[in-house]
């Protein structure tokens, strides 16, 4: 582990406690019920891969964890002669502005996977293993009725500013493959609120 990841994982340990911590003290305060709710990607399946996460929104407050793969369109590539294949888990918290629906802001912590391999010869590929910070924001449609506390169907699009700790240079074959140090992730998930 280098000396520039130590402190921003320690930081994150940190932000981690810290955020389950207050919304622990948050959901004690208020008088709001919880809802269980799940949620998916569907491009990640068109995309070889899949997503699934599992939340739970509490007062003003939604915390999810999730596992998703996705093999990455070449325009999200750095370098035209690899393909990565991503995968892994991550943990997000989000504060509603409108309770439920609507407008919301949050921070996710991924630990992701990407498998790169060179076009010329799949068979020369590497791991690059880290975890990625991002501030996300989206909107929520809800589709249940406000009586019945929105159970049902809802979209969820969102969008996040990612922000990567393992960023070095690889030589890969005869290619550098340099990964991303920040990127934009876009996504519309498709979601049950029960």
Same mark, same amino acid.
């Given at each position: 582990?280098?000396? &520039?990841? %130590?402190p921003?994982?320690?930081?994150?340990?940190?932000c981690?406690?810290?955020t389950? #911590? !207050?919304?622990?003290? #948050? *959901?004690?305060?208020?008088?709001?019920?919880v809802?269980?709710? @799940?949620?998916?990607?569907?491009?990640?399946?068109? +995309?070889?891969?899949?997503?699934?996460?599992?939340?739970?929104?509490?007062?003003?407050?939604? !915390?999810?964890?999730g596992?998703?793969?996705?093999?990455?369109?070449?325009f999200?590539?750095?370098?035209d002669?690899?393909?990565? $294949?991503?995968?892994?888990?991550d943990?997000?918290?989000? *504060? #509603?502005?409108?309770?439920?629906?609507g407008?919301?802001?949050g921070?996710q &912590?991924t630990y992701?996977n990407?498998?790169?391999? +060179?076009k010329?010869d799949?068979?020369? /590929? %590497?791991?690059i293993?880290? #975890?990625?910070?991002?501030l996300?924001?989206? *909107?929520? &449609?809800?589709?249940g009725?406000?009586?019945?506390? $929105?159970?049902? =169907?809802y979209?969820?699009?969102?969008?996040? @500013?990612i =922000?990567?700790?393992?960023?070095?240079?690889?030589?890969?074959? !005869? /290619?550098? $493959?340099?990964p991303s140090?920040?990127?934009? &992730?876009?996504?519309?998930h498709l979601?049950?609120r =029960?």
């Open positions: 582990m280098s000396k &520039f990841t %130590q921003i994982i320690r930081g994150v340990v940190y981690i406690v810290y389950l #911590l !207050s919304n622990t003290n #948050l *959901y004690a305060q208020s008088k709001s019920k809802a269980f709710e @799940l949620e998916a990607d569907p491009l990640a399946y068109v +995309l070889n891969g899949y997503s699934l996460h599992a939340g739970f929104n509490y007062g003003s407050f939604r !915390s999810s964890v596992i998703f793969a996705i093999k990455q369109p070449s999200f590539v750095n370098n002669n690899f393909s990565v $294949y991503s995968s892994g888990f943990l997000k918290t989000d *504060y #509603l502005f409108k309770n439920t629906k407008l919301y802001a921070i &912590f992701g990407d498998e790169v391999k +060179l010329s799949p068979q020369i /590929e %590497q791991a293993k880290g #975890l990625n910070i991002g996300r924001s989206g *909107y929520r &449609f809800m589709f009725k406000a009586e019945n506390d $929105y159970k049902g =169907f979209i969820n699009p969102w969008v996040a @500013l =922000f990567a700790t393992n960023t070095q240079d690889r030589i890969i074959g !005869s /290619e550098t $493959y340099q140090a920040v990127s934009i &992730f876009p996504a519309v979601g049950w =029960f």
